[in-house]
């Protein structure tokens, strides 16, 4: 029995079935090729069932011989072999338990001839889908394809629920993956290809076989925020192309999904910051409907609470995926707490059972160093660390402390952008004064000439103090030249009459920048 009938057109030279193709599609899962390996590129024109070791008339050019143990056995195997060689067979293809000669290997590659051996199936049934493979790889790929796409939900309500259905029907693992090439769902042992990650839908050579991704936009439809993957084994283009076009189709309800808990995890932010501003209230008493809102998000607010106040650079704003990276350092480095997004930062602290002893605040402050440093390209934080207080009230009082150190990040000699509460010594009594508002108005005042419209002089000023007076770091950040950063400075230190080369005249504008700065932010809406 031969498939197609001999009058069907065929396929391209170039573009047919390749016999390696054939070791990754379903029908063979299971099969064992044993021999002929050097011949697995050959093109499929026809397959062909034998019911016999001399039944190969039907066998021709390009031919994939489908035959069951029960006509060949051993040696018998052999004489098919040489048969369908002869004959320009391009496979052989056995189902059934068969004992395999060692004669029978080398045989098979000796002439290139791949055998493959099924152990179970019935000829005729896997040369009709074979056949299909072969003769229509473009309807077959379609038709795969809309049998995923019925099996996708039509209002996801997590990631899983559109990588399964997509994961089953190509028998291949399917991964979502982040833009710092993190598997976000699926499979972690799936090893990205080492390429950059595409804008595009594209198939990707990697191992024995190929690796397609297809881009998510949620936010911008220029800059990917997400990427669906997945591995194949060697794969006719057809199929290739196929697996492209529907994991292209998958990104929308990935994006739509992305895009709804987005929503919520925005509004769930602002609850979260709401509550923060309660607890962190010292003129109030915490009422029992507040209570009630820290135990339904998981606050705990009795034991000993150690604050940390993390505070974006200037010109950096909160991403997407910030606050999930923030707390992914934070837990590298032993620290898991609450995380709540602010304005201008983040509010994070941990509790524990017992108070802490008083020689741990450095173990903590370095900690936070190691997470705020392993996001410094990516996420610059500077950071203050407040001490451990008992109850609910402890979260606002570690907190405030947190916020104060968080104003000398980066301004000591030592230059870390964490600090630790009981670090400042003497400086705790300029934290304090900033805090008032006789400070802020006397910030606004001597900041007052680059206020309004010399906003830009603010900034660089800003950022050329926050990085040691160096013009080569600030205009790093800046995307300017540095000698446009020396000349904004002068211009700076002009307008507000000071003399940057002096500490004392350091401290007080970087003290006053951050101040102005801070009070903006906090004006916005947390």
């Not at 995923?148 to 939900?153: F, G, T």
Request: proline share 5%; glycine share 8%; with cysteine.
């Amino acid at each position: 029995m031969i498939f197609p009938d001999p009058a069907r057109p065929l396929a391209e030279p170039g573009r047919r079935l390749r016999v390696r193709h054939l070791l990754g599609v379903g029908e063979l899962t299971g099969a064992e090729l044993i021999g002929g390996h050097d011949g697995l590129d050959r093109e499929i024109t026809e397959v062909a069932v034998l019911h016999g070791t001399g039944d190969t008339e039907a066998v021709g050019q390009g031919t994939l011989v489908i035959t069951a143990s029960r006509a060949v056995a051993g040696y018998e195997l052999e004489v098919l072999i040489r048969a369908a060689h002869s004959k320009g067979a391009v496979a052989v293809v056995v189902l059934g338990q068969i004992r395999i000669l060692r004669s029978t290997r080398q045989m098979a590659d000796r002439r290139d001839l791949p055998v493959i051996v099924v152990p179970t199936g019935e000829p005729v049934q896997l040369a009709t889908r074979l056949a299909a493979h072969v003769l229509e790889p473009t309807r077959l790929a379609v038709q795969r394809a809309l049998q995923v796409l019925n099996r996708l939900p039509g209002a996801p309500t997590s990631t899983e629920q559109i990588l399964q259905p997509l994961r089953e029907s190509l028998q291949a693992p399917v991964v979502l993956l982040g833009r710092d090439r993190t598997v976000l769902a699926g499979s972690a042992d799936f090893t990205l290809a080492d390429v950059e990650l595409p804008s595009y839908a594209q198939v990707i050579p990697a191992g024995h076989g190929h690796q397609v991704l297809a881009p998510v936009f949620v936010d911008d439809p220029v800059r990917p925020d997400l990427w669906l993957g997945t591995q194949l084994p060697a794969s006719h283009q057809v199929w290739l192309d196929g697996v492209a076009q529907l994991l292209k189709v998958a990104a929308f309800p990935i994006a739509a999904l992305t895009a709804r808990e987005r929503i919520r995890g925005e509004q769930d932010a602002r609850d979260r910051s709401t509550l923060l501003a309660e607890l962190m209230d010292a003129t109030q008493a915490l009422g029992r409907h507040t209570v009630q809102r820290a135990l339904h998000v998981g606050w705990r607010l009795d034991g000993w609470h150690t604050g940390v106040y993390l505070q974006l650079e200037l010109g950096i704003e909160h991403a997407p995926d910030s606050t999930a990276a923030l707390a992914r350092a934070l837990r590298a480095q032993g620290l898991v707490g609450v995380l709540a997004e602010r304005s201008d930062g983040w509010v994070f602290w941990f509790t524990d059972d017992a108070e802490p002893p008083s020689t741990t605040f450095r173990s903590t402050r370095l900690a936070v160093a190691h997470a705020v440093e392993s996001l410094r390209d990516r996420l610059p934080l500077i950071a203050g660390v407040g001490r451990p207080y008992e109850g609910h009230t402890g979260i606002g009082r570690t907190v405030r402390e947190a916020r104060e150190a968080c104003l000398f990040a980066g301004m000591t000699s030592r230059r870390s952008p964490v600090e630790h509460i009981d670090e400042l010594g003497a400086r705790r009594i300029l934290a304090r004064w900033h805090e008032s508002e006789a400070f802020s108005s006397y910030a606004r005042t001597v900041l007052a000439p680059l206020l309004g419209g010399e906003d830009v002089l603010l900034d660089t000023l800003q950022v050329y103090l926050d990085r040691e007076s160096s013009a080569s770091a600030a205009a790093s950040f800046l995307g300017v030249h540095r000698n446009t950063v020396n000349q904004r400075v002068e211009r700076a230190e002009r307008a507000l009459g000071v003399d940057l080369s002096r500490p004392d005249d350091r401290l007080v504008i970087q003290l006053a920048c951050r101040v102005v700065r801070g009070s903006e932010q906090a004006r916005l809406p947390s």
